[in-house]
């Protein structure tokens, strides 16, 4: 058995002034400021190599490390710190006479800060660099000094990234010295980024060997707080970056809470991709980690002006971005109520006119004019929530979920669907029979679906989703709940829909619910007597007969599926809702049956190869 080493007593104290602070940094942002302060709080500096470089660049006054340790640096660099002088300095505690002892013996002076970064190891591995390189950049001394410095936190302070610096300053100013709280929380935070270096390390090294791993470490950074996470009993929760990595978005309003943040990290995915490869601006409108609706800017036609309440004149002059927006609210105007929103482009004034409109919880766009930033802010009384993507912001390759103790890991599903998964026709018409615009659909429901909970199916047609089906065990149920969708965008088109006479002031969401139930046309009779409540004059009924006859006229759809169809039945069901376009994976032992069934009923069908659950 290991023998355990007992506790070194000392003085123990609060405030420790700083009065010898050792300074070695990768890192050299805002490196001159706070050592500016350091000195003029009379703090000797020392340092090593470009970092001392910099100080007496900036005017400063430093002592080399090895001038203070008598030994030079030697072996390529690779020894700078690693001396007693150095680390009896960090380690020695404060008040413990045998300590003092040995320090005095050995000319040993005390050090109370240390100020470092590591080497870029995972950077280095990142830009391509060989082995022999990366080996290079593998850090000993700063490791070495990091923990040293945070074990003896009780008289030392170990800062180690420069979103530390204000702190320090702040504190030293107020307190005549650093607190012992605030060495404890850089110490943890040391010796998580210790484990987190070691991690990459040792994960690095045994891929070299072509092994797997023998540990994963991944080290998190608490960024906020949450009200709670799923429902109110679950709490504490809280958001964390992966440590020295952002986050994919800055808050710019309000407070947004676990679903938020799950719908903006799905919604954000679909319309960046969509965008990416379709080249139209993108949107989506999201409601429990699902799409309500997606769209691409496409222009509307006047009937379906009319549906969305939109003038002609109007939607004539709407910005892509508007556009997009408008559409994807309208897919399933009923399910995205109080939605989370994605913009794939800048969010202008037009846009956020048309959400100012609508009730929504928030939105994720990469940008805002400050017109729109205006209206938004003051939109749920200034608690509509605002997230900016962070530009450039790039995913790391494997992602880890736990769910009942146990991680789970995988690859990213990081293939975006373009129209080069839409040249697979396996339809007798062959790929001749797309449209650009059929095309454009095939992929818009592909991402969409990319980004929806499986099993699921979407329908898609004029660049918008029109039924989304999510979540179902069985695939024809998906259609079977996605296609009443499609029945439900198509019919808000009927002229009966289209001039039903609304009472003044009725709300706006109040006037969609309206329109859906007279679609379904199922009230009770307590129900039937509000609903008429809310017309000028009673409308006459939708009869099954009307609804039948319209529905025929639809036609042009397109529906994609996550996996592939294991009977024909999907595609029985589909032929009923004016679907023209299939797009499926393929890969089932009944592809010839589906295929046949598609010829029978006249409908083009697009194998990708790629299926695309989300859970």
């Known amino acids: 058995m290991a023998h355990i080493l007992s506790a070194v007593a000392g003085t123990q104290t609060d405030v420790v002034p700083i009065t010898r602070a050792l300074i070695s940094v990768s890192d050299k942002t805002d490196i001159v400021e706070l050592a500016t302060f350091l000195a003029s709080k009379n703090v000797e500096l020392l340092s090593t190599g470009g970092t001392a470089k910099k100080l007496r660049d900036a005017g400063l006054t430093c002592i080399d490390v090895s001038e203070y340790t008598g030994s030079a640096e030697c072996l390529d660099g690779r020894v700078k710190t690693l001396h007693p002088k150095v680390h009896g300095g960090l380690l020695g505690v404060r008040g413990n006479p045998q300590h003092e002892k040995d320090m005095a013996d050995n000319g040993i002076s005390k050090i109370d ?26 850090d000993i001394g700063g490791p070495s000094m990091l923990r040293s410095t945070a074990k003896n936190h009780a008289f030392t302070t170990i800062v180690t990234s420069p979103d ?48 797997q791993s023998p540990v994963v470490a991944r080290v998190y950074k608490p960024e906020f707080n949450l009200k709670y996470g799923c429902n109110p009993q679950q709490k504490p929760a809280k958001i964390s970056s992966i440590l020295n990595k952002k986050l994919p978005f800055e808050v710019l309003n309000g407070t ?4 938020n943040l799950l719908d903006a990290a799905n919604a954000w995915q679909l319309v960046k991709e969509l965008r990416e490869a379709t080249g139209l601006a993108a949107a989506s409108s999201f409601k429990h980690v699902s799409p309500a609706g997606a769209a691409v800017a496409v222009p509307l036609t006047d009937v379906e002006c009319a549906a969305y309440e939109v003038t002609v004149e109007s939607a004539k002059t709407l910005t892509p971005s508007a556009l997009a927006y408008l559409r994807a609210r309208h897919a399933d105007p009923k399910c995205s109520f109080g939605d989370f929103a994605a913009v794939s482009d800048m969010v202008d004034e037009d846009t956020a006119l048309i959400l100012k409109k609508e009730v929504s919880d928030g939105i994720v766009a990469p940008g805002f004019t400050p017109e729109a930033l205006e209206i938004l802010k003051k939109k749920k009384g200034g608690k509509f929530i605002i997230l900016e993507a962070t530009a450039g912001y790039e995913p790391e390759p494997i992602e880890y979920r736990e769910v009942y103790g146990m991680t789970f890991s995988q690859k990213r599903n990081d293939v975006v669907i373009s129209k080069e998964h839409m040249t ?47 979540g179902q065990q069985s695939r024809v149920d998906c259609i079977k709940l996605a296609g009443s969708k499609v029945q439900t965008w ?3 088109q009927h002229p009966k ?48 007969e009307d609804k039948d006859a319209f529905l025929k006229t639809n036609t042009g759809v397109t529906i994609s599926s996550d996996a592939f169809f294991p009977f024909r039945d999907s595609i029985d069901h589909a032929s009923k809702l004016g679907v023209s376009f299939v797009v499926q994976p393929g890969g089932s032992v009944q592809d010839e049956q589906v295929t046949a069934a598609c010829d029978e009923y006249g409908i083009q069908m697009c194998f990708t190869s790629v299926r695309l659950f989300h859970h």
Request: charged residues 25%; proline residues 2%.
């Open 424 to 470: 697979n026709v396996v339809t007798k018409d062959g790929k001749e029979s797309l449209s650009e615009d059929a095309v454009r659909d095939m992929i818009l429901a592909s991402i969409c679906i990319k980004y929806t909970q499986s099993n699921s199916v979407g329908f898609a047609k004029n660049g918008m989703m029109v039924g989304v089906g999510a």
């Open 256 to 259: 947004p809470g676990y679903i």
């Open 497 to 544: 829909v289209l001039s039903l006479k609304f009472k003044d002031g009725l709300k706006r969401q109040d006037r969609v619910n309206a329109r859906v139930r007279y679609i379904e046309g199922d009230f009770t009779a307590e129900e039937r007597v509000r609903w008429e409540a809310n017309f000028e004059e009673v409308p006459e009924p939708l009869t099954y």
């Open 164 to 211: 530390q610096y204000k702190e320090v300053m702040a504190t030293i100013e107020e307190q005549g010295g650093t607190t012992l709280a605030l060495r404890k929380r850089f110490a943890a935070r040391a010796f998580s980024l210790s484990a987190a270096y070691d991690s990459a390390i040792a994960s690095w090294f045994t891929k070299e060997l072509d092994e």
């Open 113 to 138: 800060m240390t100020i470092l970064n590591l080497y870029p190891f995972e950077q280095t591995v990142a830009g391509g660099a060989g082995f022999e390189q990366c080996i290079e950049n593998i």
């Open 490 to 492: 198509y019919l808000r």
